[in-house]
């Protein structure tokens, strides 16, 4: 799988121009171009059916690869701030006891402001240091599952988070997108989540 670009919406502090961000944001972009279908060939190849594969399995093999380098999946933050936020994809502990974490897009547009929405709280209540949020390109999204969330459908919205008065910390958001497209691969298992193909 490729990444098309990096869309920095703070990247304030110490932290952010740190060795250890840049190994965590490395540890992110490999998982990524590790994800391949069909499994084995090295290449991230869509069928390109219209709304005809799913999201689930791809994030699974992106989780997988992250946990390879000690990253936990999974992880429910506690915040001072009275909401209660689901878990995060993944986390990885930092060395000053904060967590990075990483939020896979596998629902629709209002999956991801909730996803950049947590993100924002935890750098808030100082428990997250940074997060990125991965999403699918304009042009992938519709060979996926009906209506998930994507990059330029998010874009918009960007200043709400650009604005966030934080002194220190890391919010972006990467876009990714298939190798190729090909008839002869076969579409991407959905799986089900409640009532939701994905």
């Given at each position: 799988?490729?990444?098309?670009?990096?869309?920095?919406?703070?990247?304030?502090?110490?932290?952010?121009?740190?060795?250890?961000?840049?190994?965590?944001?490395?540890?992110?972009?490999?998982?990524?171009?590790?994800?391949?279908?069909?499994?084995?060939?090295?290449?991230?190849?869509?069928?390109?059916?219209?709304?005809?594969?799913?999201?689930?399995?791809?994030?699974?093999?992106?989780?997988?690869?992250?946990?390879?380098?000690?990253?936990?999946?999974?992880?429910?933050?506690?915040?001072?701030?009275?909401?209660?936020?689901?878990?995060?994809?993944?986390?990885?502990?930092?060395?000053?006891?904060?967590?990075?974490?990483?939020?896979?897009?596998?629902?629709?547009?209002?999956?991801?402001?909730?996803?950049?929405?947590?993100?924002?709280?935890?750098?808030?209540?100082?428990?997250?240091?940074?997060?990125?949020?991965?999403?699918?390109?304009?042009?992938?999204y519709?060979?996926?599952t009906?209506?998930?969330?994507?990059?330029?459908?998010?874009?918009?919205?960007?200043?709400?988070?650009?604005n966030?008065?934080?002194?220190?910390?890391?919010?972006?958001?990467?876009?990714?997108?298939?190798?190729?497209?090909?008839?002869?691969?076969?579409?991407?298992?959905?799986?089900?989540?409640?009532?939701a193909?994905?």
């Open positions: 799988m490729k990444i098309i670009k990096i869309k920095f919406l703070l990247k304030k502090g110490p932290f952010s121009a740190s060795s250890e961000f840049e190994n965590i944001l490395d540890e992110i972009t490999k998982a990524i171009s590790a994800v391949t279908h069909p499994e084995g060939s090295g290449q991230f190849i869509l069928n390109p059916t219209k709304k005809g594969s799913g999201v689930l399995p791809i994030k699974k093999n992106f989780i997988r690869s992250l946990i390879g380098s000690d990253w936990r999946p999974e992880h429910r933050m506690s915040i001072a701030s009275r909401i209660k936020p689901g878990p995060i994809d993944a986390v990885k502990k930092l060395s000053d006891g904060r967590y990075f974490s990483v939020e896979w897009e596998t629902g629709n547009i209002s999956s991801s402001h909730r996803a950049l929405n947590k993100m924002a709280v935890g750098l808030l209540d100082g428990v997250l240091a940074g997060g990125i949020l991965v999403l699918p390109s304009r042009d992938m519709q060979y996926l009906d209506r998930v969330g994507n990059f330029a459908e998010i874009e918009p919205y960007f200043p709400v988070w650009k966030l008065r934080i002194q220190e910390g890391v919010l972006a958001v990467i876009e990714i997108e298939h190798d190729a497209l090909s008839t002869d691969v076969p579409t991407i298992k959905k799986g089900t989540d409640g009532r193909l994905r």
